[in-house]
């Protein structure tokens, strides 16, 4: 059988503020996303931003690890993004998370050259994200904040291959203060 949340709640209900602590403490201990999730409900944005560099360092790892050559497992790097935004709440880490993503990716193919359209498409879409939270934002001094890195990932993606740059400058001109 499996258990839905009404049914969950209902057994919750049931019982008392030992088994519960007690069933948390157990919970903790089984699954990292369960200890991570249960320390940010505990410690608010200090665990948020403890949890931030491992998270960052899945991102750059897909692009530029310690040892080796990067692997450019993209959905991985994404799913970091998204794991960290869904576990923390944390819009400003998360955006900041796609900015690391963005400046790697241009960065990797500054390092090794032209690479696939697959690569080309999931940096421009991690980066009219971008865009897009900051418009959603509606917030002229969040786009002050990062105009600096959107115009160095201008810059720096000049010269790649696929139309990337130019892909990069139509999202650009959709910002609100552009």
């Known amino acids: 059988m499996k258990l839905n949340k009404v049914t969950l709640k209902r057994h919750l209900k049931q019982m008392n503020q030992e088994q519960l602590a007690e069933?948390?403490?157990?919970?903790?201990?089984?699954?990292?996303d369960v200890e991570r999730f249960v320390s940010v409900k505990l410690l608010g944005q200090e665990a948020a931003e403890a949890l931030f560099p491992e998270y960052r360092k899945k991102v750059v790892d897909q692009f530029f690890p310690e040892r080796g050559y990067g692997k450019l497992k993209l959905k991985e790097a994404k799913k970091a993004i998204h794991d960290f935004n869904k576990l923390t709440?944390?819009?400003?880490r998360a955006l900041e998370l796609k900015f690391v993503y963005v400046e790697n990716g241009i960065e990797f193919t500054r390092a090794y050259g032209d690479i696939d359209e697959r690569f080309y498409n999931s940096v421009?879409?991690?980066?009219?994200?971008?865009?897009?939270?900051?418009?959603?934002s509606d917030s002229e001094e969040l786009f002050k904040q990062y105009e600096e890195r959107i115009h160095n990932i201008l810059e720096r993606s000049a010269g790649t291959g696929w139309g990337f740059n130019e892909s990069l400058y139509d999202a650009y001109s959709e910002l609100s203060w552009v």
């Open 89 to 92: 709440g944390d819009s400003k």
């Open 124 to 136: 421009e879409s991690v980066f009219s994200d971008i865009v897009r939270e900051i418009n959603d």
């Open 23 to 32: 069933l948390v403490v157990e919970c903790f201990g089984i699954h990292k």
